[in-house]
């Protein structure tokens, strides 16, 4: 299995800023209970939410066509209608030709090449990240239910190893923050349990729509970390262990966070 070789969150005061016992131990609960009343309802405004302009370009790409003058809209009908929202929220899912864990991102890159004929887009792309978010954004207020159990339980375990591996300079894994700190302060930040069913979402620190593997690797830089490659292996075990961390919460795609 392929290892992360950073550390996750963590900064200098971490002793003193994470000195308590977190509130919300023992529950699962979205990082949108966290955020300030304005953030709050700038989220739930689609006028007001600036990750709808994602999704408005997803919409766009959707129906574009091909070079073989299909669209994806060709199969799953004008503005996804015959996508199952139930689906959406499945993933990551077991890619039947691979037997191996597969991203919603990456599924929907294989498809634009495969069957568009299209030129492959990169990982977390502008475009990849737009169709990212519209279609999971089909999905909105759907239950997350990532399976965990028969052929997908190895691979379970193996982002949960990641998740909890200890890496980098200081020594620290996501866990340590995540699963033990969450709603303590971190520097200016308030630790969430990094849930990522709001994911794509629009990140107001940078003002633009980011995916779960940039918000991992924003989190490495932040602690001058090494950075791994979206669209990894081992990024993918990692984001399948997550998704399914969060299994019970409503997709919120686009969320909006600090």
Known sequence: MMKLKTAMLMGAGLSV??????????????????????TREMQDDDFMNLGMEAVTKGAKLFSTKGKNEKSCATCHGEGGKKLDPKRIAQYPVLDAKTQRPITLQQRIINEWT????NAPLKYESGDALALETFVRNLARGQVVNVQTDGAMAPFIEQGKKLFEARSGHLNMACNLCHDHHPGQKLRAQTLSQGQTNGFPTYRLANSKVIGTQTRINQCFKSVRAEKQPVGSEAF???????NAHGNGLKIETPAVRF
């Open 17 to 38: 800023a994470l000195s308590c016992t977190s509130a919300f131990s023992g529950e699962v609960f979205s990082g949108y209970t966290l955020l300030k009343q304005e």
């Open 114 to 117: 495969e069957q568009l004929g």
């Open 236 to 242: 993918a075990l990692l984001e399948l262990y997550m």
